[in-house]
Every structure is written in C-alpha cells, then in structure tokens.
C-alpha cells in the first residue's frame, strides 16, 4: 500500500521514498514491518497479553473434562469454547490439550469394562465407570460420595457438568456391561428395595426380566439390560419424584440430572421443531438471543451455548442458557406479526430489490478535505478548549484556530522533538498527496508519540497550490490555505530545515526532507515545483 | 430537542468526527430481519434535516465514520458486506467500495483512531476482519471466537490493539501484530453484545451483555471486574465511554433506555433517558461536543440531545 510510485519529477525530492512507503505499510501490514514499531511500542511488556502462570488445577480439571468420552465427539472449538469460558487462559487450554491422548478409541484404564463399547467407555480413570454405578444405587453411594471420588475437582461445577455427560453417556449400552459384569446382584437388591418401597408391580416385573439374565446369554442379555436400565431408569426416576422417602431424596439428585438433559434434550427438540415451522431462510435474529437464535443455530449444537454447560446456583440442574437466561425483552408488536410472516417464508411487501453495487470500484478514494483533528484524550488537559470550537463544515478558518490552540496547548505537554515530528509528518504527508499516492495517510514512525498530530490536507484547490507559490502574498490570502502550511510557513524556515535535515539524516522520515525543502523552497525556488500540486 | 424520523427501523448512529453537526444513522427494514435498509446522513444545525440518503439491498447494522477522510462513511450490511460511502460524491457515484468477505451478517464497524488507517469489521460468522480502505481485500481475519462477534473496537492509544464482543461469551483482546488473541476475558455468562475501551485510560474496557450488566475490566487484572453496572431491565445493547469524561459511559438497552454511568462512583446510574418507545439499540457521544448524545432505536427515530436536558423537549 501507499507505495509512492511516481516519484516527483523533480529533482528536489532526492531521497528514496522507501523508507516512508515501509513506514506506511508497517501500520497495516505484516509483521516484519512492524517489528520496529511493535518493539518500541511494546517495550515494557504489553499489559494486553495475559501473563498470569499456568495455573495447574485448572489444567488438570480441563484435562479430564477433555478426556471425557462426550467430549472427544465434540468439535474443538466447542471444547476450547466451554475452557475458555470457564476462564482458562490460551496457555492453560493449550498446555490441557497437549495432555490429552488422541482421540484414538484405545481403552486405558478401565479395560475390563468395554469389548464392544470401546468408544464409550474409554477414559484415564475410573470415574466414569464408576459414575453408572452411582446412578442406581441409590443407598450405599451418596451422591456427595461420588463427587467426592471424582478426584480433585475445585469446583462444583466441574463435577456436574463431567456427571452429566457421564451420564448421558452410560446411560446408553456402558450400562449394559456393567451389569453383566457386578451390578446385576445389586441391581437386584436395590429393585428389590425399589419394590418394596414402591409396591409396584412393574418393579417387579423389572426386577424378573433382570434377575433372567445370565452370564451364558451375554450378548442378548447386555441388550435387554440396556434397554431395559435405560427405560426403568427413566420410569423409576418419575415414581421416585412422585413419592418422598429419604432414599430418593438421596437419589434424587442424581436422577435430576437425567431428567434435566432428558428435559433438555427434549426442548431442544422441541425448538428445532418450533424452528421448523418457524425458521426463516436468513435466520436474522434479534440478538437478545432468545429462542429464535438457538433454532436457527441449532445445526451447530454448541456446547458453548448448550450441553455442558454453566454451574447453576442449584449445582445440579443443567439446561440451554437461552432457556435460564434473563428474561427477553418485549417484541414491538409489528415485529410479532412479521416475524412468525417471515419464518412462514413470506417475504414482506415492503422489501425493493436493490442492486447498490459500487458503479466504480476502482474509482480512487477521493483526497480529505479536513485534518483530521485530535481528539479530546490526546490532548490532554487541553481537551475542553479544543472540543468545543465550532466549526462550520470546510470552514478553514475556525480549523486553523482550533489548531493553533491544541498547537500551543501541546506544546506544553510534548517534548519539542515530538511536536517537530508531528511538522514534518504534516509535510510529508502533503508530499503524499501531492505524488498521488494512496490516500491513506499513515502515522506510523518509529517513536512512540503521546500526542498524535493531525494529518494535512492535500492540496484539494488549485488556488492554494497557486498562493504557495506566491510567498508575498500567503498570509494574505490565509484562509485559501490549510493550516498546517501556514504553520509550517509561520515557523522559522531555517529551524525547519535545520530539524528536517537532522531527522532525515537519522533516517527517519526522508520524504519530508524533500518535501519541505519543496515547501520551503518554493519561496526561493520556483517553476519545477510546479508539478508538485497536481493530486 | 431535535428528533428525526426514519422509515426503517434504526440501528447505530455515529456523530463525525470532523463536523460536529453532522449524524449518520443506520436503519434495516423490518426490524433488520428481512429487508432493505438505508444510511441516512443528517445535519443537526439549525434542526436535523437529513443530507443525503443511501439505500441498500439488504439491513445495514451498522456504520462508521472514517478519521481520515471527512467525507467516508463506512456501512455493516446484513448481507456481510461493507460498503463505503462517499459523501461528497454524488449519490450515484455511490458506494465506491464494496467488500464482502464474510460469509454471515456484518454487525459492527470501527475505525482506527490513532493511525487512522484502517478498520475493523465483526460479523456473525464469527470473525473480526482488518481492512483498509484502499484495499479491496482484508488485511487480516482473525477467527477465534466460537460464536457470533457482536462488536469490535479499537483502543484509543495503541494503534494495533483491539477488543472484540462475541456471542460465545467471551471478549477478546488482541494485536494486529500477532497471530491470535492476546487475551481472552470470560466477561460474562451471556452473550457479550458490545465493548469500548476507556478513552483516558487505556487499559479500561467496558462489556455490555444480554445479563442486563455492563461490566468494566481492567486488562492488567481481568479476573474481577472493576465495576458492574446493574439498571437496565433488559439486554444491554451498546456501550460507549465518553470521549470527554475519563469515567462515563452511555449504554442503550432493550428496556428501552439510554442510560449515563459513572463507574467510579458509589451510585454508579447518573442519567436515564426513556425517550424512546421501543428498543434502544444505537447511542454515540460526540467526539466534538462536550455531552452531545445521540440515539436510535426500533421506533425509527433519531434523538440527538445534550446530556442533562430532556431529548424530548422541543
């Protein structure tokens, strides 16, 4: 960008312009460009990059949140998502990942567990496996007991959301196998117990069906048991709510976690459902991201927005955040009679096809006609002067003045050097425009400034070219003229050249060298100069 | 105090920087759901009177001014591109650029106010995009955020740093310089519609969310905000720190209210304004004005008043 390509046809401009054009490109461009500015601008260390240690708790707990069966299935993003929203910094999410084995399904700890369900049951501990257990046995393993096994968790919530999915997970055919392997003699106790507390005669039934099953009928017992564990769960978690002994209680709060993502699951559903009826083709939803929002972006199923999810004050519930969130706000009415037309797929009569096409792409951004000001925080304590001077638009005048003011009033607060740099920014800026170039002025030079001059106009009318080149008769006509070639004019030539010289020669910005010579020596020099003001 | 009718549904407006009369609003048809939408650019002396008008195919979410060519006008289009406007071409000239990279809506733009080169773009596809205006491709895209950015906003002393406002319930710090974000803040539990930074102190950043909140950070110490602004009763829809006082912020929210904070005060709600009758979605401070506020919402109308006067009043 900003690549000064035509150079002056003049001689005065001797130096080479790749300095400034390097400058210029280094505020937008790639890094190496940049280096300069970025060291000197970094120096102290950047307060906007995290430094705080690799904190090791954390780590771990997201290394078992990742190593979690769910959790491999899911996307990466939607992992990294939920870490960083649990506050992990990039380190600690990186450093959890290195951590975690592919996701290869290898059986680590708990081999004994998974001929067939590999992909289920795999995982560097034996929480998981352990997790089905707990969820029907309700006497001898407290909940509180099973989050206590859960390792070394520091926050509640972690333990829920893994319970969670460690549910979700089992529930399905793990279930099976474990009770082929230990639980059946237990199951059978506890539906014993069930029944009596209960007298249910589908209890007994349950119980019946599982005590048939045997050892020799393992694959088509593992099935029945499954299907039979996942439906009685789901039973016996519902006559459990409806009748309060104290072994549910203790139950309970197990079970309503299946219940929530069974709940869950189900409103998902049902708000893919609703969206189905509903979904418009563009999807634009009002960003108070209520239900709408999660229809249409229900493809994605974000963990970010969904499954394992935030801690709940109750610690145990888990749903969508679209459906705990805070309350949505009222609709205008005529925004819920359009709405529900556009979901139908109605377009409504009042859209117009536009074409608003640029007609000229290429056509080159024109000049500014304005400097751009400071703005009220960079000048510091000069901020309430300088705020509010009027102006009228393209008046010159008022602009020149208020930029006398912050002028002076930065002079108090800026190093000498700096304000001369924010001079010969300003002239070499000119020369820019002058050249043609790219209109985008940049400021970027290899010192960090606390004040950021503004940048001159170009020479947008010919009769300010023509007044320059008339000395005698500038200041007369002042108000043809943009102000900071007044200013440069009201300064000390010589003072100019002097610094101008002296920048120059420590490389910094070259152009304004030749630039303000061009200036300057348009009062002593003329007619080649000429060229200079055509933009 | 003026007012001014649009057709369409506003969105955003934002006070020039180089002309302190001079107002751009952002409006989409049918609440930007489906429609057209339209770029009206108004003068505020002696009343608001609009100047010059572009409409385009689809809503526009968003614009921003350029800080260094008064007459540029940078638009988010709900297509997901950005159009450029030039205003002291004829309409029919217009818009001279158009860049359309992104693959969903466009929500946010902001210009670059210390190197004034370039700008930034947020989208739903969840990207932030650096452009510059000669450019007719992006410069950079930086793609981190797991869900929709919302906003993206440059601080105000560090030319290569911004912060971005995502749906994934995160803001983001980051370099230019560097490939991926340099912070990541967990601001809150809901979606993060909106961020600024401290204009006088440049490690301050303001987060407005769905929570109803706005929080205020401090970057070298982001585990704990430095200031939760509770008051609105819905959604907090944009945040802006004032460009002249080191404390004060102006929020728009769903509740139909643009609301003055100070953050450094016990009490922090120093203004409410409920003038409009539906959702406040668009506010701005003048950089130019001391107090001059302007905003916009669903009712498709533009109030532009000074801060301590009813934007009511005739």
């Known amino acids: 960008m900003g690549s000064q390509s035509d150079s002056p046809p003049d001689s005065v401009v001797e130096k080479p312009q790749n300095p400034v054009s390097q400058v210029t490109q280094a505020a937008v461009d790639d890094h190496q460009n940049a280096k300069a500015e970025a060291a000197k601008e970094s120096s102290p260390p950047s307060v906007f990059v995290n430094s705080e240690p690799i904190r090791e708790d954390q780590v771990q707990n997201a290394v078992k949140f990742l190593s979690h069966p769910k959790v491999r299935g899911s996307p990466v993003i939607y992992r990294r998502s939920f870490l960083e929203r649990k506050g992990l910094t990039k380190e600690e999410i990186d450093e959890a990942f290195r951590r975690v084995p592919d996701p290869t399904p290898s059986v680590t700890a708990s081999e004994s567990v998974v001929p067939n369900q590999d992909g289920q049951l795999k995982s560097s501990s034996n929480i998981q496996s352990q997790s089905p257990t707990q969820t029907l046995r309700p006497g001898p393993v407290s909940p509180a007991g099973s989050i206590s096994k859960m390792g070394t968790f520091s926050r509640f919530h972690w333990s829920h959301a893994l319970l969670a999915v460690g549910f979700l997970a089992v529930s399905g055919a793990g279930t099976a196998v474990l009770f082929k392997n230990s639980i059946i003699p237990r199951l059978k106790a506890w539906v014993r117990k069930v029944v009596l507390e209960e007298e249910e005669g589908e209890e007994v039934l349950l119980k019946e069906n599982n005590s048939k099953t045997s050892l020799a009928e393992e694959a088509a017992a593992a099935a029945k048991a499954a299907a039979a564990a996942a439906s009685d769960v789901a039973r016996t978690s519902q006559e459990m709510l409806m009748s309060k002994t104290e072994e549910k209680r203790c139950f309970e709060e197990l079970i309503n976690m299946l219940n929530a993502q069974v709940r869950e699951m189900k409103s998902m559903s049902n708000a893919i459902q609703k969206l189905e009826g509903q979904s418009n083709i563009h999807g634009r939803i009002p960003v108070e991201g209520d239900d709408y929002r999660i229809s249409q972006r229900s493809l994605r199923v974000p963990y970010a927005n969904g499954k394992i999810n935030d801690y709940p004050q109750s610690g145990i519930s888990l749903s969508l955040p679209v459906f705990v969130k805070p309350s949505v706000a009222p609709h205008p009415k005529s925004y819920t009679e359009i709405m529900p037309m556009i979901q139908r797929g109605e377009k409504p009569s009042n859209i117009t096809e536009i074409n608003y096409a640029p007609p000229n792409p290429n056509q080159p951004v024109p000049n500014p006609r304005l400097v751009p000001m400071a703005k009220p925080w960079e000048v510091g304590q000069a901020r309430n002067s300088s705020s509010n001077v009027l102006q009228s638009q393209g008046s010159n005048d008022a602009l020149y003045h208020e930029f006398q003011d912050n002028q002076s009033i930065a002079e108090n607060t800026v190093p000498r050097w700096e304000r001369r740099n924010a001079r010969i920014t300003e002239i070499e800026a000119v020369d820019e425009h002058r050249f043609g170039s790219s209109n985008v002025v940049s400021n970027g030079r290899p010192v960090p400034r606390s004040w950021v001059p503004p940048q001159p106009p170009p020479v947008a009318m010919q009769e300010a070219a023509a007044a320059i080149r008339q000395p005698k008769k500038t200041f007369s006509s002042s108000e043809q003229l943009t102000d900071n070639q007044l200013l440069a004019r009201s300064s000390d030539v010589p003072d100019e050249l002097q610094s101008i010289t002296r920048i120059s020669e420590s490389g910094g910005i070259v152009e304004a060298n030749g630039g303000s010579l061009g200036l300057n020596s348009s009062e002593i020099q003329r007619e080649e100069d000429n060229s200079y003001f055509e933009t | 105090m003026p007012v001014f009718k649009t057709p369409f549904n506003g969105y955003s407006v934002k006070f020039s920087p180089f002309y302190e009369s001079q107002l751009a609003v952002a409006t989409s048809q049918n609440f930007g759901i489906l429609g057209n939408g339209r770029v009206h650019v108004l003068q505020l002396n002696p009343t608001i009177t609009e100047i010059t008008s572009f409409d385009t195919a689809d809503g526009v979410y968003d614009l921003c001014w350029s800080e260094s060519h008064d007459s540029l006008l940078i638009a988010a289009v709900a297509d997901g591109s950005l159009k450029i406007y030039d205003l002291s071409l004829p309409p029919t000239s217009n818009p001279i650029r158009s860049?359309?990279?992104?693959?969903?809506?466009?929500?946010?733009?902001?210009?670059?106010?210390?190197?004034?080169?370039?700008?930034?773009?947020?989208?739903?596809?969840?990207?932030?995009?650096?452009?510059?205006?000669?450019?007719?491709?992006?410069?950079?895209?930086?793609?981190?955020?797991?869900?929709?950015?919302y906003s993206a906003a440059w601080n105000p002393r560090h030319a290569d740093i911004f912060a971005s406002a995502s749906g994934d319930f995160t803001a983001r710090i980051w370099d230019v310089r560097e490939p991926g974000s340099t912070m990541i803040l967990p601001a809150h539990e809901f979606e993060i519609l909106s961020c600024d930074w401290n204009k006088y102190d440049d490690c301050i950043i303001a987060t407005a969310s769905v929570d109803k909140s706005i929080k205020v950070w401090d970057v070298r110490n982001y585990r704990v905000p430095v200031a939760v602004l509770n008051g609105h009763g819905y959604a907090v829809r944009k945040v802006k720190f004032s460009p002249h006082r080191m404390s004060v912020i102006a929020s728009c929210s769903y509740d139909m209210t643009v609301c003055l904070w100070d953050y450094m005060v016990e009490d922090a709600l120093i203004g409410r304004y409920d003038h409009h009758t539906e959702f406040a979605v668009g506010v701005d401070m003048s950089v130019l004005v001391d107090g001059l506020l302007a905003s916009t919402g669903w009712d498709e109308l533009v109030y532009v008043w000074q801060h301590g006067m009813d934007p009511r009043a005739p």
């Open chain 2, 99 to 149: 860049l359309h990279e992104h693959a969903r809506e466009a929500h946010g733009v902001d210009f670059n106010t210390v190197r004034k080169d370039s700008f930034l773009s947020a989208s739903w596809d969840d990207t932030v995009k650096l452009w510059t205006v000669d450019r007719p491709t992006s410069v950079r895209t930086f793609k981190e955020h797991g869900y929709c950015v």
